[in-house]
């Protein structure tokens, strides 16, 4: 796990297998936190809180992998803003 992941965290909802989710202003904030650290945005995938878990939804999730460092940066923020408050999600950088 990257060291910028490893301080976000404390902050997720961690799920078996040592990996975590974090709510909308969280993964916003770790987005910006790979921007100024010049990490990749490979992808977002996002997360339904259930009483028995979580449930993944491929229409909250989105593939970054082709684009530039810059574009994914851009399109992380504008795509997370769209999406609605009671999602969770993991963000993919190319540090994990």
């Known amino acids: 796990m990257s060291k910028l992941k490893e301080l976000f965290k404390s902050k997720g909802i961690l799920q078996p297998g040592g990996w975590f989710i974090l ?27 259930r009483e028995k878990g979580i449930q993944p939804s491929l229409e909250h999730s989105v ?3 082709e684009l ?5 940066y851009q399109r992380s923020l504008e795509f997370l803003n769209q999406q609605p408050e009671e999602l969770f999600f993991e963000v993919v950088c190319s540090e994990d």
Do not use: H, P, R, T
Not at 68 to 72: I, K, M, N, R
């Open 23 to 49: 709510s909308k202003k969280e993964a916003i904030e770790l987005i910006e936190a790979c921007n100024k650290e010049k990490v990749q945005i490979l992808g977002i995938d996002g997360f339904f809180l």
């Open 63 to 65: 593939d970054f992998s």
């Open 68 to 72: 530039e460092l810059e574009e994914a």
